[in-house]
């Protein structure tokens, strides 16, 4: 597609249930991230995928949440056992490279709004 | 102290007037950019410096490493420029974004 594709866009769910949010990148990009911004606070880092190379996860708030990216193209985030501070939008980008001498622009995916009752 | 700091966190202007969005850091970068909210969630890239000046219609972006600061200018504020303006920072080791609190722009007609 022409752009970062995000689904589904908004998703309730029940305390205590697992939810998988999906991100397709853009084609061709070989960088993908996932960020979190809860309601009233900043942008939050999760995790970045960057070719065929291990994840950086240093972002991610518990063991509850895990991504995998599948064949360096569509990635999914997983969070277990939902909390309700877990709400928040969920953001992924992708870039045509990463890595920390590739400034090259990095394109959003419209969000995944998860609420957690 | 966050790593990276904006102000005003809320604007409002009228339309037609000059607006400036400042963002300050504390970190070593390796390139700063600058993102558009809308309400309803989606993110826009702005801009991507890593020194200088950049300019795209009426938004004008400046760099200053030295002192770790970065400025957004819109001209001709309009409406439709009402949005929340974020600035991001890539520090010189790992690929993460460090992210402002973001700055609140209203513009009234």
Same mark, same amino acid.
């Given at each position: 597609?022409?752009?970062? +594709?995000?689904?589904?866009?908004?998703?309730?769910?029940?305390?205590?249930?697992?939810?998988?949010?999906?991100?397709?990148?853009?084609?061709?990009? %070989?960088?993908?991230?996932?960020?979190?911004?809860?309601?009233?606070?900043?942008?939050?880092?999760?995790?970045?995928?960057?070719?065929? +190379?291990?994840?950086?996860?240093?972002?991610?708030?518990?063991?509850?949440?895990?991504?995998?990216? $599948?064949?360096?193209?569509?990635? $999914?985030? $997983?969070?277990?056992? %939902?909390?309700?501070?877990?709400?928040?939008?969920?953001?992924?980008?992708?870039?045509?490279?990463?890595?920390?001498?590739?400034? $090259?622009?990095?394109?959003?995916?419209?969000?995944?709004?998860?609420?957690?009752? | !102290?966050?790593?990276?700091?904006? =102000?005003?966190?809320?604007?409002?202007?009228?339309?037609? &007037?000059?607006?400036?969005?400042?963002?300050?850091y =504390?970190v070593g970068i390796s390139a700063l950019?600058?993102?558009?909210?809308?309400?309803?969630? /989606?993110?826009? =890239?702005?801009?991507?410096?890593s020194? /200088?000046? !950049? !300019?795209? /219609?009426?938004?004008?972006? @400046?760099i200053?490493i030295?002192?770790k600061?970065?400025?957004?200018?819109?001209?001709? =504020?309009?409406?439709?420029?009402?949005?929340?303006?974020?600035?991001?920072v890539k520090g010189t080791?790992?690929?993460?974004?460090t992210? /402002? &609190?973001?700055?609140?722009? @209203?513009?009234?007609?």
């Amino acid at each position: 597609g022409a752009g970062v +594709s995000q689904s589904p866009s908004n998703k309730v769910t029940e305390k205590g249930k697992d939810v998988e949010l999906r991100c397709d990148p853009i084609s061709g990009h %070989t960088a993908l991230y996932w960020y979190r911004q809860s309601l009233g606070q900043g942008l939050e880092f999760l995790i970045y995928f960057q070719g065929n +190379s291990a994840p950086d996860k240093s972002g991610l708030p518990s063991d509850r949440f895990s991504a995998e990216r $599948t064949g360096g193209s569509v990635s $999914t985030l $997983t969070i277990q056992r %939902t909390q309700q501070e877990d709400s928040a939008v969920y953001l992924c980008a992708s870039s045509l490279q990463g890595g920390a001498l590739m400034n $090259t622009e990095a394109f959003f995916g419209q969000g995944t709004r998860l609420t957690v009752v | !102290k966050n790593e990276v700091e904006q =102000s005003p966190q809320n604007l409002t202007a009228q339309e037609g &007037e000059f607006i400036t969005i400042n963002c300050s850091y =504390s970190v070593g970068i390796s390139a700063l950019h600058w993102l558009q909210q809308h309400p309803g969630g /989606g993110i826009v =890239s702005l801009f991507m410096l890593s020194s /200088g000046k !950049k !300019k795209h /219609g009426r938004l004008i972006a @400046t760099i200053n490493i030295q002192e770790k600061h970065s400025s957004l200018h819109i001209t001709a =504020s309009h409406p439709r420029d009402s949005a929340v303006y974020i600035c991001a920072v890539k520090g010189t080791s790992g690929s993460r974004l460090t992210f /402002g &609190e973001g700055t609140q722009l @209203t513009v009234n007609p």
